[in-house]
């Protein structure tokens, strides 16, 4: 991880973006700790397929644990018609 001020970022955005490419993260530091993270695309979506994984996981566990309760509605085939 690599952590560079603005001014610094601009002036050589190709050399950074080849830096993110190739697996580098890098923090861009802005006044008033207003950073942002500049990575590869391929990073942002495994990072986005992990957030939905745990929220699937999640609303998962949350049935199961309706389930062991009890908390749960049963119905025939026919009543769901």
């Known amino acids: 991880m690599l952590a560079v001020n603005y ?9 950074y973006c080849d830096k993110a490419i190739s697996g580098e993260t890098i923090i ?11 990575m590869s695309l391929e990073q942002y979506n495994e990072m ?3 957030i939905n994984n745990a929220k699937y996981l999640a609303m998962l566990q949350k049935s ?12 025939t085939i026919k009543e769901l018609k």
Not at 7 to 15: A, C, E
Not at 64 to 75: A, P, S, T
């Open 7 to 15: 001014s610094t970022i601009r002036n050589s955005l190709k050399n």
């Open 48 to 50: 986005q397929r992990i």
């Open 64 to 75: 199961l644990n309706e389930l062991k309760r009890g908390d749960v509605v049963k119905k």
């Open 28 to 38: 861009v530091t802005r006044k008033n700790e207003q950073n942002v993270v500049v």
